[in-house]
């Protein structure tokens, strides 16, 4: 079993809904869910013309492969209306893999530890709340040290303790 930590987020339609029936999909699909941040909101990220995103970061036990929750994340996110036309732009549901216990990955369409996480407020605000102490693979600090050293600007607000 490997300890997945996962960022849903969103920023159209009912973003409530859509992260609960995320959540849903993905344990059914993909394992159980252990742990689940509060859900924050945030300005976007790249692209800053467009509605603000609901974040939230669950830690999923699971026996997939990296590469096989991978695609069944991406299966989730079509059945629930993702489009991806515009990188950055908006959607309905967005499913990172941030990390994998300790797993260090770089294939053609899977970088893990997520190559972007220790730029992101959104991402490690919440992870910090479900897992400060645990150590990125690549940096080797502490997810609570990566975010006091993030140099991202953007607001993340707390809206709801949980979904």
Excluded at 124 to 142: C, M, Q, R, T
């Amino acid at each position: 079993m490997n300890t997945a930590y996962l960022l849903i987020g969103g920023n159209l339609g009912n973003r409530f809904l859509y992260l609960n029936d995320a959540k849903k999909l993905i344990e059914e699909q993909c394992g159980q869910i252990t742990q689940q941040s509060s859900i924050y909101e945030t300005a976007a990220w790249g692209i800053t013309e467009q509605p603000n995103f609901l974040n939230q970061v669950l830690v999923l036990q699971t026996s997939l492969t990296p590469e096989i929750l991978l695609t069944t994340l991406l299966s989730i996110e079509e059945k629930m209306g993702r489009v991806r036309t515009v990188k950055l732009g908006p959607r309905t549901i967005d499913i990172d893999i941030l990390m994998i216990d300790d797993l260090i990955l770089k294939t053609e369409n899977l970088t893990i530890p997520h190559p972007a996480l220790t730029q992101r407020k959104f991402a490690l605000i919440p992870l910090n709340e479900v897992a400060a102490s645990i150590l990125h693979p690549v940096k080797k600090k502490s997810i609570y040290q990566l975010l006091i050293d993030c140099k991202d600007v953007l607001d993340v607000q707390k809206i709801s303790p949980d979904a």
